[in-house]
């Protein structure tokens, strides 16, 4: 079955330091890869997206995305944060053309300013 | 864009009485629709896909009789939950892929928060 696991439960920040997410799954075949961004009390939000091309990918307000095939790896990266970026972040991976998501269990950001 | 609403933002209702929730796709045309539960900290759990014309298709352990799902129209999908209980207190939101401006991606609706008490 098709999973998605995200190492950081919870991280803490101080502004301007860096932050790098990590996000894995698992399947073999063709999958589209997604970052989506809740913030506090709002509603989530694409972040960025990853369908083909190139693996890097860069995605509103400062984020980027690398997809490692051979990792199976699809890490959130931002160089300096931003106390607007407290937020729960969600890695998410569908497969193919299947446009249902399976969800990693979140990450949440607190930056401190 | 793609906006989608959903209606209400809030409900608090007691225990044995039925809610229901709207979801709207504001600018787009949604032949499919997901709703998701999501507990407090938590990631979100799909329910259920909500298809235009069609039965909805459930996940597995989701009572699609306590949860009835009805999409009516290409913009309008509603989530009834029946006979409330204070354990389907929840955050429900819904999703939908704008096939026009990126088929690949979902856009999320607010949510709608429920309370049973």
């Known amino acids: 079955a098709q999973s998605v696991s995200q190492h950081n439960h919870h991280v803490i920040l101080s502004e301007a330091a860096s932050l790098e997410l990590g996000c894995n799954y698992s399947y073999g075949g063709t999958v589209n890869l997604f970052w989506y961004v809740q913030y506090p009390g709002q509603h989530l939000q694409l972040l960025l997206k990853?369908?083909?091309?190139d693996p890097l990918v860069k995605g509103i307000k400062g984020f980027e995305a690398e997809f490692i095939k051979s990792k199976f790896s699809f890490n959130l990266r931002k160089p300096s944060v931003q106390w607007s970026d407290t937020a729960e972040y969600f890695c998410?991976?569908?497969?193919?053309?299947?446009?249902?998501?399976?969800w990693g269990l979140g990450t949440s950001l607190a930056v401190n300013p | 864009g793609a906006v989608v609403s959903q209606h209400p933002s809030w409900v608090i209702c007691k225990s044995g009485t039925s809610v229901k929730i709207e979801c709207r796709s504001l600018d787009f045309q949604a032949t499919t629709m997901f709703w998701y539960r999501q507990f407090p900290k938590q990631s979100l759990m799909l329910m259920a896909t909500s298809n235009e014309g069609s039965k909805a298709t459930y996940e597995q352990g989701v009572e699609k009789d306590k949860f009835l799902i009805n999409h009516a129209s290409l913009t309008l999908s509603t989530l009834t939950v029946t006979s409330a209980h204070p354990e389907d207190s929840s955050f429900y939101i819904c999703?939908?892929?704008?096939?026009?401006?990126?088929?690949?991606?979902?856009?999320f609706g607010p949510g709608t928060r429920l309370l049973v008490l």
């Open positions: 990853y369908f083909s091309g």
């Open positions: 998410a991976v569908n497969a193919g053309n299947n446009r249902k998501l399976i």
């Open positions: 999703s939908a892929p704008n096939p026009v401006a990126d088929r690949k991606a979902q856009y």
